[in-house]
């Protein structure tokens, strides 16, 4: 029985362990686009790589404009990140870098924002690939469109997948839970009738197990 029973908790392991495994490593996920004044805002900006790809090199220039159309480069990643030299005052030690290591994340973030910072923003990626025998590139632009509002509105939205996911959180820990207890109990229940076996095989007496009754003859 206590066999089985590490049999069942190993492949239990096993299981989480192969799901872990196969979450996705990046997500294509939108930038949020209300911010609030005196909070930071988090631009997201995220350019999925194959496996193979992951060694390329990576150029991102990221550009505000306002509502006069004009379009003003505030940050940029060029083998590491920093402020263009030229950066307007209104930008100055107010941006920060949030990407990820493998250059898939390509996020900034805006510290103490106010209401001048309502606009549009691109996010300008550019790789170099480099395989044995070419090199191709490619450029992708991602939009946003943020608003700064003085106080944050109540996204129900939001509030109610938040409440669906620790629905199906409970759901599904207490699923797992009561499999559990029907495979420990199934396991249980087939080492007690094969010991029940056992016992009625052994209080046969010897002479009947040697010597089994005559035919029936017709």
């Known amino acids: 029985m206590a066999t089985r029973l590490r049999l069942v908790l190993r492949l239990l392991l096993l299981y989480t362990f192969a799901v872990r495994e196969g979450w996705p490593v990046c997500v294509d996920v939108p930038s949020d686009t209300e911010a609030v004044v005196d909070n930071y805002m988090k631009l997201t900006c995220i350019f999925c790589m194959k496996r193979e790809e992951i060694a390329a090199k990576t150029k991102v220039d ?108 409970v759901f599904l820990t207490f699923w797992l839970l009561v499999e559990m207890i029907y495979c420990y109990r199934k396991i249980s229940k087939s080492d007690e ?8 095989y052994l209080a046969i007496p010897s002479e009947n197990k040697e010597n089994p009754g005559p035919a029936v003859t017709e």
């Not at 949030?98 to 900034?108: P, R, T, W």
């Not at 009738?193 to 009625?200: E, F, K, L, S």
Request: charged residues 30%.
């Open 193 to 200: 009738q094969a010991q029940d076996n056992a016992t009625d």
């Open 62 to 169: 990221w550009f505000y404009i306002g509502p006069d159309d004009r379009r003003v480069l505030i940050y940029q990643y060029d083998g590491d990140p920093r402020e263009p030299e030229d950066i307007e005052e209104h930008w100055r030690g107010r941006l920060v870098w949030n990407g990820s290591k493998d250059l898939q994340d390509v996020s900034i973030v805006i510290q103490k924002v106010t209401l001048n910072d309502t606009g549009k923003y691109e996010c300008v990626v550019f790789r170099l690939f480099e395989f044995d025998s070419f090199t191709p590139s490619t450029t992708k632009t991602i939009k946003i469109d943020l608003e700064v509002k003085e106080k944050a509105s109540q996204n129900t939205t939001a509030l109610y997948s938040e409440i669906i996911m620790y629905v199906l959180l």
